[in-house]
């Protein structure tokens, strides 16, 4: 697909934050001809390499940069159409792409390649590749003014129409549209309240319920990460989940991902504990074979995981004209999802789409923006909120021996028992599942695919008829046990 042609009318555009979405937003409004600054607070170099980037590059402001991280396909997506040469870029520095041939179960016998196989990709890169790369492009962009060490104080405004930024320097930018993209903890609620509006922006929080604790290595001179095997690269204990994450330049990550709240598991973050256990988890083993790689970071652990939506129209009307809000500012959803970046690739196109429609129609950009949302990003903010209300529920009755709650025991069970080995045997199902989980296509469209309920169904049926799942590692208290001699507290 070509770049889209120049709008007619550019725009000077301001941009809070130089994380995943300020940059993706950045970069395709710049490409369309409008004129943008990014105003990004920490304040520091762009290491000269890759890998410079992972050892040492302070970015205080996106605390969980150093946090397994995958590019959904639906980022590819983003990425193919609007920006190739990002793609180009990341493949020059050694990220991997996982494409259907690579992904498709090994035991899968019928390998045929099917119309629409060119979208199913995955790349693979430590978070701080993609970010310096993005970063490097973004920066040399013709259109992108980029400034560093510059913290956002809030707007300038006219009533509920913002008209520009007010900076921590004591200084005002104006600008014909804000753009709001500074992460998880942006105060833009306070912003947005601070105008004073009649309506206000709505909020609503769930907790993902884990923690997530990472750990990186790199591969020994030599040696090969594993093609996805038969069991796959992670699992699900009930009590803890864990998987393989591929990075580039030779490095990978494995993660776990602990209920919120279970203390004694946070004994993983010590690393004796943590890899005596990792070698109990055994879709894993060809991840933690001895002599494959040395770890290069310690356990880094993130807590306070959310899903959280924010609403910015409200009963058809913009709680403020001139911002719009993206990224994980307005959506987040459970890390472990890993949709993020591909929310922050989606609002940036959406709003690539809104300026061409509505040019300066402020109140028109901004119900675009919401409809954008509500369409392409909130029903896979409802799903995550689902899975995870649901695991918690089964984690809590399980830790305190009562009946699971039936809804979502049944709701297991049909993933467990039938989704799952449906797509080990039917390529349909398998590209079906991807696209969904890969936000190619609503998540509710899965369930609602005749072939994939058929076939889902009869693996259900055929549960008793299979052998027994295979255990994938130790029961907790196995596990707490080995963590705790293996820690020597
Ligand atoms: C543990 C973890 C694992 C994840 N794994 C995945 C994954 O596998 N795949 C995936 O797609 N997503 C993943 N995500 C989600 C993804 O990282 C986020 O969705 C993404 O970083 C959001 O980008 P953002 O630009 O909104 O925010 P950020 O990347 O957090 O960037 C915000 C930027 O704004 C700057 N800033 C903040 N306030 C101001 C201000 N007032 N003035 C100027 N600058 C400011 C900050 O310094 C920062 O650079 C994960 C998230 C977590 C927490």
């Given at each position: 697909m ?71 396909a639906r980022?590819r997506r983003?990425?193919h ?18 494409t259907i041939e690579?992904i498709l ?7 045929t390649p099917r119309d629409g196989d060119d979208e199913l990709v ?305 390529p349909d199902v398998f590209r079906k599942f991807f696209r969904s989980?890969n936000m190619l296509d609503?998540?509710?469209a899965?369930?609602?695919d005749?072939v ?38």
């Amino acid at each position: 697909m070509s770049a889209p042609a120049p709008v007619d009318d550019p725009q000077r555009i301001a941009v809070v934050g130089g994380g995943m979405a300020g940059m993706l937003a950045a970069l395709l409004l710049a490409r369309d001809g409008h004129e943008v600054t990014v105003f990004e607070r920490d304040d520091t170099d762009l290491p000269a390499t890759a890998d410079e980037a992972f050892d040492g590059w302070n970015r205080r402001g996106a605390p969980h940069a150093r946090q397994s991280h995958a590019l959904l396909a639906r980022l590819r997506r983003t990425l193919h159409e609007r920006a190739p040469d990002v793609l180009a870029m990341l493949a020059e520095q050694g990220a991997t792409e996982l494409t259907i041939e690579r992904i498709l179960p090994p035991e899968m016998d019928d390998r045929t390649p099917r119309d629409g196989d060119d979208e199913l990709v995955i790349w693979c890169c430590r978070r701080l590749t993609i970010e310096w790369v993005l970063r490097t492009v973004v920066t040399a962009e013709p259109g992108v003014t980029w400034r560093r060490g510059v913290a956002v104080d809030g707007f300038v405004a006219d009533g509920t129409d913002v008209r520009g930024l007010r900076l921590d320097d004591g200084s005002e930018f104006t600008a014909d549209l804000v753009v709001v993209g500074g992460g998880r903890n942006s105060p833009v609620m306070d912003w947005i309240a601070a105008l004073g509006g009649d309506v206000q922006p709505t909020e609503e929080q769930s907790e993902a319920g884990i923690v997530y604790l990472s750990r990186f290595y790199r591969l020994r001179e030599g040696r090969d990460l594993p093609v996805l095997t038969e069991k796959g690269a992670g699992g699900d204990l009930g009590y803890l989940a864990f998987a393989g994450f591929y990075g580039d330049n030779g490095t990978f990550s494995i993660t776990l991902g602990i209920p919120t709240g279970d203390r004694e598991l946070m004994t993983l973050r010590d690393t004796d504990a943590w890899e005596a256990v990792v070698r109990t988890l055994t879709p894993l083993g060809p991840w933690t074979e001895d002599g494959l790689a040395d770890p290069i970071t310690d356990v880094e652990a993130m807590a306070r995981l959310t899903n959280r939506i924010r609403r910015f129209v409200i009963d058809g009307t913009p709680v403020a004209t001139g911002v719009v809000v993206i990224g994980d500012a307005a959506i987040t959803t459970n890390p472990w999802y890993g949709k993020g970046c591909s929310q922050a690739g989606i609002a940036a196109e959406a709003l690539s789409t809104a300026l061409r429609e509505h040019g300066r129609d402020r109140t028109a950009v901004a119900l675009a923006m919401d409809a954008a949302m509500r369409r392409d990003i909130e029903p896979h903010y409802v799903s995550s909120c689902i899975q995870d209300a649901d695991r918690t529920k089964l984690h809590v009755a399980d830790r305190a021996g009562t009946e699971p709650d039936p809804a979502a025991s049944a709701g297991r069970d049909f993933i467990l028992h039938g989704l799952l080995p449906a797509t080990r045997t039917d390529p349909d199902v398998f590209r079906k599942f991807f696209r969904s989980f890969n936000m190619l296509d609503r998540p509710d469209a899965l369930f609602a695919d005749p072939v994939v309920l058929q076939q889902a169904g009869a693996a259900l049926a055929a549960k008793d008829d299979r052998p027994p799942l295979p255990r994938l590692g130790p029961t907790r208290d196995e596990l707490l046990a080995l963590a705790t001699t293996a820690s020597g507290r």
